[in-house]
């Protein structure tokens, strides 16, 4: 019992000591355009891959798998990651932590779950410096810009889900899209005759979103499931005045798991997302992940690759990415406190920008 | 064992998640947000209006320092004169307790003033003390007092010799200097001989002189008035019953401090003048555009004036003129705005374009839209230079400018 409770003490810590919440890992890619796009992934779904997040009740993914939540449950999940960014020769050494998931589900009547909770649909944390000149008054007069952003958007959600029989079950769930990002732009000179620039802005967001999905036993020990959401647009406010109108995407994904025993899994899953809507410098994405979880629900191992592609970039082709990911889980009190631990080694590339992540993840599950 | 594996892990964990470090160099158009700061360099040449030049703000006798100044010049010369007078006791003074005697005459006075300002290229100046009529008033001009000026002077001192002397005393006529190397001036200390340090008790024992200066090249300094102003020291012969005894009475301080000078300042004419004395401030109305104003960050204001004729004065004597903004616009009583000042040093001679920063003060119009959009010009020593500047008014060819630089509303929020 007493290392459960130096865990949770731990992954609490974790939890609260940052002031940075409604974060995902973000992303040099997702600068110039509408940010980096979040992972809608539990810790135990993204420890392997994110291949079971479509079959996972705590993963925000789909709402079809809350119909299996027989106890009230939530969960929280946070992550440290370093990011070396290589542009060109140049390589920066980056680091943040970031509290994508918190949820909370439970059963509200005997073929009804419900579930609320939020997370990162759209990272807007970035801090860029530029160093360049420009001519004013006949001179060449250098100076240094550092542009930042900090926040994100959110997705708040709320599901409800039903097993409509033992093979079957359905979910559905609208997704209010809010967030704020605190931005601003500082240009120095190196002639300190020119005054140094200095604008901030609150910028806030909103949109709105439908999701439903499906999950069918095809046989025992084979699930397929299936989801589609659709967000209307990103609307950016600063002040009283709306400063831009952002389509954004559809999507849609399927998966596949495949449990041959109790103590083995395995899934795939893939999905579509149609960025390209969101204007000039946007690709439209396939993502794809495999995965598989070993042992007991006391304490599996998972592992797990994904890749794909990411929804902003340079030039005429979307940026790809490739991760592998490994982790564990172990219950507490009687399988009343869940603790998950992963890392995942993600690589990037688009253009002459190649990232490389480790990131560090803790993920914590309550069923009081 | 387990709890401290898992203590540790706990540590390490936390010291990750407590360090953030986003920054990142741009590498643009690819990795940069899409906005971008944009700056803007704009001359407005014809936003400045209405400007004027009003004179008599600070006059001589009100300055802290009395000018002296021989300036041969093309046409005429600078010819600047201290006069001071100091009131004496009257005609007795205490020989005891109860009783009070004639003073008979003076033995000899000492008298200090100080050297406030001069140029350290001055060489072989010569300092010469006249009497002048004790009836010397604030509105003595140079030609009421120009016949005293041509009788003999009093005293003649030549301070580079002065200096020279060991312990820079002069042993012979009782002269010392000290040089206050903190403050920057010299302290000359005087004597007064009988005929020059008349004592003449029915007028009151009043005393006034005058000092004209020369020099080698460059004469041109100016006299401390007030804490630093001339003090009189007296040696008194007083009648005590049929015998004349020693009196030294306190010391006395100027009852007028002023000075005069040829060639009168000009008069003012249609061209935006600064400085001289009675010092001249003049006052540029500006049309700061609302597009400027409203919607921009200012990084940059300059005002350019061209000089309608060189800058006069003494050449050594530069003088700093700044540029302010005022609360509010009541002409030539408008009330300064003491808060910002923008500075910029006038050189006599001088007739290259004056730029001046004035950037504070726009971004501080920007930030106070009923803040009246108006520049003062004066000088930041008024009445203690010579040295005046004219520039071209806004009604004519060569204006007064104002270049703003500024930066846009950055594009937040535009992906």
Not at chain 1, 194 to 203: I, R
Not at chain 1, 218 to 245: E, F, K, Y
Request: charged share 20%.
């Amino acid at each position: 019992m007493r290392p459960a409770v130096g865990i949770a003490v731990v992954a609490m810590t974790l939890l609260t000591a940052s002031p940075r919440d409604l974060s995902a890992q973000d992303s040099q890619f997702g600068i110039r355009g509408l940010g980096t796009p979040g992972r809608w992934e539990s810790v135990r779904a993204r420890s392997s891959g994110g291949a079971f997040a479509p079959f996972d009740a705590l993963s925000p993914l789909m709402e079809a798998p809350l119909a299996d939540i027989s106890t009230l449950t939530a969960t929280a999940a946070g992550g440290t990651s370093h990011r070396d960014a290589q542009l060109g020769d140049t390589i920066t050494q980056l680091r943040a932590t970031r509290f994508p998931l918190m949820g909370v589900a439970g059963r509200v009547a005997p073929r009804l779950v419900i579930a609320g909770g939020f997370t990162t649909y759209l990272d807007r944390s970035w801090d860029v410096t530029l160093r360049d000149s420009t001519v004013l008054r006949g001179e060449l007069e250098r100076y240094r810009d550092e542009i930042t952003s900090d926040g994100s958007v959110g997705d708040i959600r709320l599901a409800a889900a039903s097993r409509l029989s033992r093979r079957f079950a359905i979910g559905a769930g609208i997704h209010i899209l809010a967030g704020s990002t605190r931005m601003t732009a500082v240009r120095r000179f190196d002639d300190s005759t020119f005054h140094t620039v200095g604008q901030v802005a609150e910028v806030r967001y909103d949109g709105f979103g439908v999701s439903g999905s499906v999950l069918i036993g095809v046989a025992p020990g084979l699930t397929i499931a299936g989801w589609a959401r659709a967000d209307n647009r990103l609307r950016a406010q600063v002040g009283d005045s709306t400063i831009a109108l952002t389509d954004l995407p559809r999507m849609a994904g399927a998966g596949l798991l495949l449990a041959p025993s109790p103590r083995v899994r395995f899934a795939g899953s893939a999905a579509w997302r149609a960025w390209s809507n969101a204007g000039p410098g946007a690709f439209d994405t396939w993502s794809w992940s495999a995965g598989a979880e070993f042992g007991s629900g006391r304490m599996p191992i998972r592992l797990g690759v994904r890749g794909g592609q990411l929804p902003f970039g340079p030039g005429t082709k979307a940026p790809t990415e490739f991760a592998a990911s490994a982790g564990t889980g172990r219950a507490f009190a009687q399988g009343r406190a869940l603790i998950d631990l992963g890392v995942e080694r993600l690589e990037r590339r688009g253009g002459i920008l190649t990232e490389r992540v480790w990131t560090v993840l803790v993920g914590l599950t309550v069923r009081p | 064992m387990t709890r401290r594996r898992l203590a540790l892990v706990g540590a390490v964990l936390l010291a990750a998640a407590c360090v953030e470090r986003l920054t990142a160099p741009g590498h643009c158009p690819d990795f940069c947000p899409s906005g971008q700061i944009t700056v803007v360099d704009t001359l407005l040449t014809t936003s400045i209006n209405r400007d004027s030049a009003y004179r008599g703000y600070v006059v001589s006798y009100q300055s802290p320092v009395m000018l002296a100044a021989f300036l041969p010049g093309a046409t005429d010369t600078l010819d600047g004169r201290p006069i001071f007078r100091f009131n004496g006791y009257g005609p007795r003074l205490p020989v005891s307790s109860v009783d009070t005697g004639q003073i008979l005459r003076a033995d000899s006075a000492r008298l200090q003033v100080y050297i406030v300002r001069r140029d350290t290229a001055t060489h072989n100046l010569r300092l010469q003390f006249y009497r002048l009529p004790t009836t010397i008033d604030t509105t003595t001009t140079f030609g009421a007092v120009a016949a005293p000026f041509t009788n003999a002077p009093v005293r003649t001192v030549n301070v580079d010799t002065l200096l020279a002397q060991p312990g820079r005393k002069d042993t012979v006529t009782g002269d010392s200097v000290v040089v206050d190397t903190v403050n920057h001036r010299w302290l000359l200390s005087l004597k007064f001989d009988t005929a020059a340090a008349r004592y003449v008790g029915t007028d009151s024992g009043a005393v006034a002189y005058g000092i004209r200066i020369a020099a080698d090249t460059l004469a041109s300094i100016a006299f401390g008035k007030g804490s630093v102003g001339p003090v009189l020291q007296w040696y008194l012969r007083v009648d005590s019953l049929g015998m004349p005894v020693a009196r030294k009475p306190g010391i006395l301080g100027t009852t007028l401090a002023n000075f005069v000078f040829t060639p009168p300042t000009a008069p003012l004419d249609s061209t935006l003048a600064v400085g001289g004395v009675p010092s001249a401030r003049s006052l540029l109305r500006v049309a700061f555009p609302k597009f400027i104003r409203d919607s921009s960050q200012i990084i940059r204001g300059t005002l350019f004036l061209v000089p309608a004729v060189a800058a006069r004065g003494a050449p050594a004597d530069s003088f700093v003129m700044e540029a302010r903004t005022v609360l509010a616009d009541f002409g030539r009583k408008s009330p300064i705005d003491a808060r910002l000042d923008d500075p910029i040093v006038i050189h006599p001679g001088a007739t290259d374009t004056i730029k001046i920063e004035v950037t504070n003060m726009l971004q501080l119009w920007a930030a106070d839209t009923t803040h009246p959009t108006v520049f003062l010009l004066r000088p930041r020593a008024e009445a203690q230079y010579f040295g005046e500047i004219r520039f071209y008014p806004s009604k004519a060819a060569l204006r007064p400018t104002l270049q703003i630089t500024y930066v846009k509303q950055f594009p937040f929020g535009v992906p």
